[in-house]
């Protein structure tokens, strides 16, 4: 599926970079779906993305932030997989895996954690003061009072 945004390029500038964007994430998204994610804004400046890594421990996963994405990705070494074991089914997918997301300006990785097979990323957007809307006095020039005297008639 792709989105036409000639429309938008009349009435809007500097956005072609945004525009391409969406592209790839739409081309991205259609041709991979594994593992399936969350992203959740847990406060106005908080986010987390949680992935679902069933079988998968802390030392078959990688987390990395570089050059603004978030890459989280998997592998599970195959001596674990067949330790003495007969498969007779497999439903549970513990295929290697890469997901990859493009991460907005001054977003920061607070922390990460695996829980009930579940990689929770937490990431705090944090605004540097010259980046903050700050309010702009008016400059008015000084009301003068003029002087001088009234005559009465």
Same mark, same amino acid.
């Given at each position: 599926m792709r989105f036409d945004f000639t429309p938008l390029f009349r009435s809007t500038v500097g956005f072609d970079r945004l525009f391409d964007m969406l592209? &790839?994430?739409?081309? @991205?998204?259609?041709?991979?779906? @594994?593992?399936? @994610? +969350?992203?959740? #804004? /847990?406060?106005?400046?908080? @986010?987390?993305?949680? !992935?679902? !890594?069933?079988?998968?421990?802390?030392?078959?996963? +990688? !987390?990395?932030?570089?050059?603004?994405?978030?890459?989280?990705?998997?592998? $599970?070494?195959? /001596? &674990?997989? +067949?330790e003495g074991k007969s498969v007779l089914y497999q439903g549970i997918a513990g295929r290697a895996f890469e997901r990859r997301f493009r991460l907005a300006d001054h977003v920061e990785v607070r922390g990460a954690k695996l829980e009930n097979g579940l990689l929770h990323v937490d990431l705090e957007?944090?605004?540097p003061e010259e980046k903050k809307p700050? #309010?702009? $006095?008016? +400059?008015?020039?000084?009301?003068? /009072?003029?002087?001088?005297?009234?005559?009465?008639?």
């Open positions: 592209d &790839q994430v739409a081309q @991205y998204d259609a041709a991979q779906s @594994y593992p399936p @994610y +969350n992203i959740e #804004r /847990t406060s106005e400046n908080a @986010y987390r993305v949680t !992935v679902a !890594v069933a079988g998968f421990g802390e030392k078959d996963l +990688n !987390v990395e932030v570089k050059d603004g994405v978030l890459t989280v990705a998997g592998k $599970q070494e195959d /001596t &674990q997989k +067949n957007q944090i605004v700050r #309010r702009i $006095q008016i +400059n008015a020039p000084e009301l003068r /009072t003029i002087e001088g005297s009234a005559k009465a008639a």
